[in-house]
């Protein structure tokens, strides 16, 4: 059984920085196939941050410079580092693990039950 468990969200002032942390049980980081996304109401869930089939990092444009996604596999939790934040990044923040399947990432089907970052 998957388990994926969000930490660190909160309330932050414009410019400030939060680091989010996400435990998984049941599910071994590998550097790939790891994501984090958001949602914000009304609107749709995007990606933030991932780690690719080949474990590159990408970033959603409207992130890149101020967000860093990180993981420690010794205690199987990924984190996003988001510095310089905005208010445009208010949301509620997931994260997410795919199954690694021939080399490619199948869609993200384990995700974790979302941590609020508000910035005013």
């Known amino acids: 059984h998957v388990q994926l468990v969000e930490s660190g969200g909160g309330s932050v002032q414009a410019g400030g920085s939060l680091r989010l942390s996400c435990a998984a049980s049941?599910?071994?980081?590998?550097?790939?196939?790891m994501a984090w996304f958001r949602q914000a109401p009304g609107k749709e869930r995007e990606g933030v941050a991932e780690?690719?089939?080949?474990?590159?990092?990408t970033f959603a444009d409207s992130v890149k410079g101020r967000f860093t996604i990180s993981t420690d596999n010794a205690k199987n939790i990924l984190t996003l580092q988001m510095n310089s934040l905005k208010p445009e990044d208010t949301a509620m923040y997931y994260c997410?693990?795919?199954?690694?399947?021939?080399?490619?990432?199948?869609?993200?089907?384990?995700w974790g039950q979302g941590t609020q970052v508000t910035v005013s």
């Open positions: 997410a693990a795919a199954i690694v399947s021939g080399g490619y990432c199948r869609p993200y089907s384990y």
């Open positions: 780690f690719d089939n080949h474990g590159a990092t």
């Open positions: 049941g599910y071994t980081y590998n550097r790939n196939c």
